[in-house]
């Protein structure tokens, strides 16, 4: 019987601006707007057969010994299939990091800079203790709101056309 090689299977670590950055796997609550986010974007993209749509955890090497990260949510457009190999290695049209309170910081500054930096045209910041997503999108090299809903309402995507999410289907109780 063969057995999981966790090291390789499921990593943990990203690297980001060069150093190893392992945390912890995420909490259920992270885990349950994971999975609805991921069921209503997903049918939404192979309905539409826009492309592709991936949970974490799944490498994006962005560059590669210096960023590779692991978004909660990404996906690529049908134009955009050439990165997909081994793991992902280019720029995706759109990435979602949900938040979690050990995660601020590296998240809502650190890893935004860093897909800025590299040009993914759209990053999704979920905010759960807020009942909030706010969806950003490259403008003159920097992002800016697109959309954005707190404890009701709906966001849009750019990169997904004609996605929309009504925030009540992601953190219903």
Known sequence: METLTL????DLTEIINGEEVVSPSPLRKHQEIVKRLNRVIDRHVEANGLGKFYFSPLDVILEEGLNRLQPDLLFISKENTAIEQ????GVPDMVCEIISPGSYDRDVFVKKAIYEKYGVPEYWVVLPDFKAIEVLIIDNGRYARHSYAELEGVVTSKAIEGLRVNIKDVFED
Request: charged residues 60%; negative net charge.
């Open 7 to 10: 090291e390789r299977d499921l």
């Open 86 to 89: 081994d793991w992902i290695r």
